[in-house]
């Protein structure tokens, strides 16, 4: 897989379900809640969780991957990550 500006944010929270111990990809997320979350208000990122220690782990290898993909600084590259995170990221629990 290329990863692209356009296919990025999939990638970092497929790579974010994976770090959390979530078996199934933001695709797959996408593709079977779409229905309910248009009719019920449901919302993925409230329903899979992380822990914080699950949070950082996955920060750090996210940051890494942008800045070997676009080769961007890495306060860009963290920048750009913590908006993915706070977006569309897992809620953390306690």
Not at 50 to 60: A, G, S
């Amino acid at each position: 897989m290329i990863l692209t500006r356009e296919n990025i944010a999939g990638y970092l929270l497929t790579l974010q379900l994976v770090e959390a111990g979530h078996h199934i990809t933001y695709d797959e997320i996408m593709e079977m809640y779409s229905a309910k979350e248009f009719l019920e208000d449901w919302k993925f990122y409230e329903h899979y969780t992380m822990t914080y220690e699950e949070n950082l782990k996955w920060f750090k290898k996210a940051t890494k991957i942008m800045q070997n993909t676009f080769y961007w600084h890495p306060k860009e590259c963290d920048k750009q990550v913590g908006w993915i995170d706070l977006v569309s990221g897992l809620k953390i629990k306690n």
